[in-house]
C-alpha cells in the first residue's frame, strides 16, 4: 500500500475517534466520498493497525445502529419549521 494511503487511513481513522464522526460527516471534512471512507476504516485499517481499527469499528457500529432515529429526527425538524 502507498505511503500516501496508509497517512490518510490513520488521518481519517483519528479524526473519526476523535470526533465519534460518522461516514457522511468524515468524508465531507477530508472531501472524498462515503465509499472511500468505509473501505478505508473497514478494509484497509485492520491490515495496518487492529487496535485502533476495533476503536473504529465500535464508533460505527453504534452509529449505525443510531441512524434510524437521526434520520427520523431530520424529518422531524423538517416538517416543524414548515
Known sequence: MQDYIVERILTVADYTIAHKATVRATAKQFGISKSTVH????????EINPALSKEVNAI???????????????TKRKYQER
Open 60 to 74: 460505527l457500529d453504534f452509529n449505525k445502529a443510531q441512524r434510524h432515529l437521526r434520520g427520523g429526527l431530520a
Open 39 to 46: 473501505k478505508d476504516l473497514r478494509d484497509r485499517l485492520p
